[in-house]
């Protein structure tokens, strides 16, 4: 954010005797509530760009209908699995309906694959 590097500039200016400033600038009650909004801004900021790229994903799938692309399974836990699918550069996690569900996985080291 530039302004929020225009205040920290302008205190580390006054601190070293570089540059005088106005009294409001060094006053710690106003600093922390700048540096509030800031972060709440910055908060919100990051909230919409994950909000934006989940909303565009999913018209970019919509579009396409039924994929099957190769995924790699990152981490296994007891509900879910999280998988990675380089193709699109996704990665999720897939969780199962039931806590119940036990599932009997084995691994084909010479093919590679997962088998259920």
Do not use: W
Request: with cysteine.
């Amino acid at each position: 954010m530039v302004y929020s590097d225009v205040i920290v500039h302008r205190l580390l200016a006054v601190c070293v005797g570089a540059d005088p400033t106005y009294p409001a600038l060094t006053d710690k009650q106003k600093q922390q509530q700048l540096c509030n909004n800031l972060n709440y801004r910055h908060k919100m900021a990051q909230y919409a760009q994950r909000s934006s790229v989940a909303f565009h994903t999913q018209l970019f799938f919509k579009s396409k209908g039924v994929v099957s692309e190769e995924g790699f399974v990152l981490f296994v836990r007891k509900n879910a699995v999280v998988v990675l699918i380089p193709k699109y550069g996704l990665e999720g996690t897939v969780f199962f309906d039931s806590k119940d569900l036990k599932l009997k996985v084995t691994f084909d080291e010479e093919e590679g694959h997962v088998f259920t």
